[in-house]
């Protein structure tokens, strides 16, 4: 099974700020057929479902804002979430749809300070 | 609308069978993959399997294979997770989530169903 490791497990950020998030693949996710990285960002709010927000590492999904961002290739991926809102405070997780099993970091709590 | 509607919140003693189920709505149900996650009280996604509605191919995750079953009718457009011996650590909010159109990112996501456990 590919392992997905983020970090930090939380995070505290001021409004306005910048807030990034980090995972990483235990192999690499990267399919050299056509370049491109299986790793979506998900954001859950307390009581909700899952939301996506970036696929392959980079695309947004339609109506996420231009400043949350995604980057990284291969085994290393950043989350980027730039002029932090009251509403961006959550649980970030990460998923490698690569191969299956299907597998999510740990999650990443951002609190707003 | 695209959306995925689950069945509600169950009670269970252990020991007790159930059936949840998600039916999808607003696009073409048998063409998606759609993918069960369960999320135990405080804790992370975990990815139990997947079925394609078209020709019913289920892909189980490894933790979970012989635990539940998953199915469907693609006749009413519904997906179901199925227990027959449920146990305590059964308990969990359980998703459905349908794969996308341009990648297998879990893009439309079900309300949720709350399973308790409990003797």
């Known amino acids: 099974d590919i392992v997905m490791t983020q970090s930090p497990d939380s995070l505290a950020v001021s409004l306005g700020e910048r807030a990034t998030i980090n995972c990483k693949s235990s192999q690499s996710i990267l399919y050299s057929s056509n370049n491109k990285n299986y790793l979506a960002w998900y954001q859950q709010k307390p009581g909700q479902p899952p939301k996506l927000l970036i696929y392959?590492?980079?695309t947004r999904e339609s109506g996420v804002p231009d400043r949350v961002s995604g980057s990284g290739s291969g085994t290393d991926f950043t989350l980027t979430i730039s002029s932090l809102q009251a509403e961006d405070a959550a649980v970030y997780y990460c998923?490698?749809?690569?191969?299956?099993?299907?597998?999510f970091g740990q999650g990443t709590k951002l609190e707003i300070k | 609308e695209v959306q995925l509607v689950q069945s509600g919140a169950e009670v269970k003693k252990p020991g007790e069978s159930l059936k949840i189920s998600c039916q999808g709505s607003g696009y073409s149900f048998t063409t998606y993959w759609i993918g069960w996650v369960r999320q135990m009280p405080g804790k992370g996604l975990e990815w139990m399997g997947s079925i394609y509605p078209g020709d019913s191919r289920i892909r189980y995750g490894p933790s979970l294979q012989g635990q539940v079953t998953i199915s469907g009718d693609k006749s009413i457009n519904t997906a179901y997770l199925q227990w027959s011996s449920l146990k305590a650590s059964d308990s969990a909010m359980y998703y459905c989530?349908?794969?996308?159109?341009?990648?297998?990112?879990?893009?439309?996501w079900g309300q949720g169903t709350m399973v308790t456990v409990s003797s």
């Open positions: 998923q490698q749809y690569y191969t299956t099993p299907r597998t």
């Open positions: 989530a349908r794969q996308g159109e341009t990648s297998d990112a879990f893009n439309i």
């Open positions: 392959w590492a980079s």
